[in-house]
């Protein structure tokens, strides 16, 4: 939604692949960011607490607010399913693949297979990610900690979970309104850490698309399936091996 090209580098990299404002007031996550200046014709639209805020295409929202309100609407629907491709300039998918979600247990768990570099597994089980990639990992699971695992096997995590995302963007700027998947959706683009993401919110916050450039081409993330049963395979004990640090 980099073990070795991406998710095979997830999984040599996965293994070797809300926020408050000061005085206790929550921005509402269409508020205008401190400092923005208010355009001349605002387009309304509901907010995740059920007020109407006042954001023009072009003006920038407050980004923790907004990715806080994603990741409620994630929670709250407590299942999802999404699909993934990185695609060249001339359209030509590089890879793709499937991810199921699932955000109602004590911790975040996430499966993304992918269909290029002999169908590379990631597991993510709270803060614990489990990599497989055929020969590669000799058909095992490499086990480790988010913390201690490389950069792309992170970049799994905060490709589906808004909760994730939230600390590493400083920025977001509402682009406009889009239909996406059949969705009329709400279009921002946050910075933040080096890299730019677009991304598409439905009217209850839930997210529709993601689209970020990388090496490969651009990643793009399209989100469906939301309060459907997932299945989120748990590696067996004989098949992990687990990773140092």
Avoid at 36 to 55: D, F, L, M, N, W
Avoid at 192 to 197: E, K, L
């Amino acid at each position: 939604m980099r073990v070795l090209p991406r998710l095979c580098l997830a999984a040599v990299a996965v293994l070797a692949v809300g926020c408050t404002a000061p005085s206790g007031t929550t921005p509402a996550p269409d508020s205008p960011a401190a400092g923005t200046p208010s355009a001349a014709a605002p387009t309304a639209s509901p907010t995740a607490a059920g007020t109407v805020a006042s954001v023009a295409p072009g003006q920038e929202v407050d980004a923790h607010a907004l990715l806080a309100a994603v990741a409620k609407a994630q929670r709250d629907a407590k299942t999802s399913t999404a699909s993934f491709e990185v695609t060249k300039a001339d359209k030509s998918v590089v890879a793709s693949g499937t991810a199921a979600l699932d955000f109602g247990g004590e911790t975040t768990r996430m499966y993304a297979k992918g269909t290029q570099q002999g169908g590379v597994e990631v597991m993510i089980d709270g803060a614990t990610a489990y990599v497989k990639a055929g020969e590669l990992t000799q058909g095992k699971w490499l086990k480790g900690s988010l913390s201690s695992v490389p950069e792309a096997v992170r970049d799994v995590q905060q490709s589906y979970d808004a909760a994730a995302l939230q600390g590493g963007v400083d920025k977001a700027v509402f682009r406009g309104e889009e239909t996406v998947e059949g969705v009329r959706a709400r279009h921002y683009t946050l910075t933040g850490s080096g890299r730019t993401q677009e991304l598409w919110v439905g009217p209850d916050y839930r997210p529709v698309r993601s689209q970020w450039p990388e090496s490969e081409g651009t990643f793009t993330t399209t989100f469906s399936g939301y309060g459907r049963p997932v299945t989120i395979p748990t590696p067996p004990a004989s098949e992990v091996v687990q990773l140092p640090g």
